[in-house]
């Protein structure tokens, strides 16, 4: 609310009614507030249900406080009254009644596809791992790329 209030600064009122003030901004931009609607045609009010800086200026004069014009559910009162019913704990499994078929049923674990086997020569060491496998032979003897010694 403080930053929508700086918003419109030096913003000036034009009064219709006690409950609707058009509000001239910068740059002659013209808003309607409809208070007792909780409106503001920039729809900022309209759509967040908190004041906009138009529905601020225009609530100053009436000496109605800012707070009252928010929506009902950012009220500490309205989240406690959503969490004041009875929270029941879950019951114990054993006192839940089962059906006869149900819990006769043999449960197995889910078919599923057998992950594909790497061969061992193939498959990358995880760090760590070490491998006894055989020295790998030597088809072409070293030799330096520059002076191919
Ligand atoms: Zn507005």
Redesign the pocket.
């Given at each position: 609310m403080t930053k929508n209030m700086a918003t419109v600064k030096g913003s000036k009122i034009n009064a219709v009614s006690s409950w609707n003030s058009e509000i001239v901004g910068k740059f002659a931009r013209k808003?309607k507030?409809m208070l007792s609607e909780k409106k503001?045609?920039?729809k900022?009010?309209d759509y967040i249900k908190i004041p906009?800086?138009?529905?601020m200026i225009a609530v100053d004069g009436l000496g109605v406080p800012y707070d009252t014009l928010c929506g009902d559910w950012y009220k500490t009162s309205v989240w406690r009254e959503t969490y004041a019913g009875f929270i029941s704990p879950k019951s114990d499994l054993r006192d839940v009644n089962i059906l006869e078929r149900v819990s006769s049923m043999i449960m197995y674990p889910p078919n599923t596809k057998r992950q594909v086997v790497r061969d061992h020569k193939t498959r990358i060491p995880f760090t760590g791992e070490i491998w006894v496998m055989a020295p790998k032979k030597k088809v072409v003897a070293n030799r330096c790329g520059r002076y191919r010694g």
């Open positions: 808003d507030v503001c045609s920039c900022y009010f906009c800086g138009h529905a």
